[in-house]
């Protein structure tokens, strides 16, 4: 376990002390519509590997409950121990890295996994801050994807966009925000209506637009992490 690895942009220590801070209330909207997402997906398969877990803030022990057999993996060493600590479920932490020459291996993972559903759980979102991510590494993950997962049941709960405020910001018209049709359109209609308190806001795209083909059974949703930030989530099934 290095420093490295507990201080990481895409979760670690600080992903851990915002859920104490904040999940019991500022993060409760978002979990309720995760639970129903993941109760609509009711995968099949007794068996589940869920990518990205963290500490399972975000998931239900009913949903966890389901599964014999549940087999975490996440490039957070703490992940793990949390996982099972907040759940009192015996599960399998994996260590192998799936991040290999700079890409996600998703035929190597199905293929460890041939008998199990697979829950990317905020992790594709995250993948910019783990590996050099460009447009054709893109185009290389959605194909594989699809390839890989077409025959297995699978969800993704992931980041479209994040919006970072340098003040707490008042409320937004997100069904506005949510409706839109790409993440360029989502961006107008953000700084639209912070055209009437201006506020300095990063935004950060993810990377993940156009992943998943359009189906009934995507959807958006907006979570607000802190007082100051909001995740533009996108949520998909098969």
């Known amino acids: 376990m290095s420093l490295k690895d507990i201080i990481n942009p895409a979760g670690g220590i600080y992903y851990h002390l915002n859920a104490a801070k904040y999940r ?21 398969s007794p068996n589940l590997v869920i990518l ?14 389901q599964f014999k057999e549940v087999v975490l993996i996440d490039p957070d060493p703490l992940a793990g121990w949390v996982f099972q600590f907040r759940f009192k479920k015996k599960i399998k ?4 890295n799936y991040l290999k020459n700079n890409k996600l291996q998703i035929q190597e993972l199905v293929d460890d996994f041939p008998n199990h559903a697979f829950l990317f759980s905020n992790f594709l979102g995250q993948l910019p801050y783990l590996i050099k991510i460009d447009e054709n590494k893109v185009i290389d993950l959605k194909e594989s994807l699809q390839q890989s997962l077409s025959t297995f049941e699978w969800a993704s709960f992931h980041d479209l966009l994040s919006f970072h405020f340098s003040k707490s910001h008042p409320k ?30 990063q935004v950060v795209d993810h990377c993940t637009e156009g992943l998943f083909p359009e189906n009934s ?16 989530i996108e949520v998909v099934f098969r």
């Open 24 to 44: 019991s209330k500022l993060w409760k909207p978002f979990i309720q519509s995760i639970k129903t997402f993941l109760d609509q997906w009711a995968p099949k």
């Open 52 to 65: 990205g877990g963290s500490g399972g803030y975000c998931l239900n022990s009913d949903f966890l409950n």
């Open 93 to 96: 932490t994996i260590k192998r």
């Open 172 to 201: 937004l018209c997100w069904p506005l925000i949510l409706q839109s049709k790409n993440n360029s359109e989502a961006i107008h209609y953000l700084r639209q209506q912070n055209q009437l308190r201006p506020t300095d806001i």
């Open 217 to 232: 059974n995507k959807q958006k949703l907006y979570w607000k992490r802190t007082p100051y930030s909001y995740h533009i």
